[in-house]
T-cell receptor
Framework: GAGVSQSPSNKVTEKGKDVELRCDPI?????LYWYRQSLGQGLEFLIYFQGNSAPDKSGLPSDRFSAERTGGSVSTLTIQRTQQEDSAVYLC????????????FGSGTRLTVV | RKEVEQDPGPFNVPEGATVAFNCTYSNSASQSFFWYRQDCRKEPKLLMS???SGNEDGRFTAQLNRASQYISLLIRDSKLSDSATYLCVVKVLRGGSQGNLIFGKGTKLSVKP
């Protein structure tokens, strides 16, 4: 597509449940990034994909978090056994034109763990 | 020390004012620099890239001082629509990857009539 699409836009889940967040990046873009933004906080890097591989997953906060990308396009971020501290907005980004032009973000998934 | 630090704000200014935001970064290997704008409950959007020679886009001027590891954004003749949070962003290479963007926590600007 023309932009970065994320779904769902909002997700409320019970503590302990698993959730899947989806990102559909700009068509043809091989790089894809996941960030999260907790209330009142800055954006926190989670993981970077180049094609289907993840050269940098250093930002994943725990082993409850995982991500995959298939076909070099759609990516799924999975959080297992959700905790209240996982509540945040999860943002996906594609580079604009070249890497030196910054990234464009999807509108995010607002996750609330109750 | 945080990788990217900004004035916490908030900055409350009248319409027409000139306002300046400052930012410092800790990693001298940082490669690219940006200012993003984030409206309430929205995703960040690229405002402008920042170059060592300084660059201007209308009422917005960005400066980079690599020696001091300092970035600035100047907004002239501020408008009500400039009210937002301004994020200072640097790109850092890590390991064998292409690098990723490191975001400051942002400075909130509120422009009043």
């Amino acid at each position: 597509g023309a932009g970065v699409s994320q779904s769902p836009s909002n997700k409320v889940t019970e503590k302990g449940k698993d959730v899947e967040l989806r990102c559909d990046p700009i068509s043809g873009h091989t790089a894809l990034y996941w960030y999260r933004q907790s209330l009142g906080q800055g954006l926190e890097f989670l993981i970077y994909f180049q094609g289907n591989s993840a050269p940098d997953k250093s930002g994943l906060p725990s082993d409850r978090f995982s991500a995959e990308r298939t076909g070099g396009s759609v990516s799924t971020l999975t959080i297992q056994r959700t905790q209240q501290e996982d509540s945040a907005v999860y943002l996906c980004a594609s580079p604009l034109l070249g890497e030196d032009y910054g990234y464009t973000f999807g509108s995010g998934t607002r996750l609330t763990v109750v | 020390r945080k990788e990217v630090e900004q004035d916490p704000g908030p900055f409350n200014v009248p319409e027409g004012a000139t306002v300046a935001f400052n930012c410092t970064y800790s990693n001298s290997a940082s490669q690219s620099f940006f200012w993003y704008r984030q409206d309430c409950r929205k995703e960040p959007k690229l405002l402008m890239s920042v170059y060592s020679s300084g660059n201007e886009d209308g009422r917005f001027t960005a400066q980079l001082n690599r020696a001091s590891q300092y970035i600035s954004l100047l907004i002239r003749d501020s408008k009500l629509s400039d009210s937002a949070t301004y994020l200072c962003v640097v790109k850092v290479l890590r390991g064998g990857s292409q690098g990723n963007l490191i975001f400051g926590k942002g400075t909130k600007l509120s422009v009043k009539p």
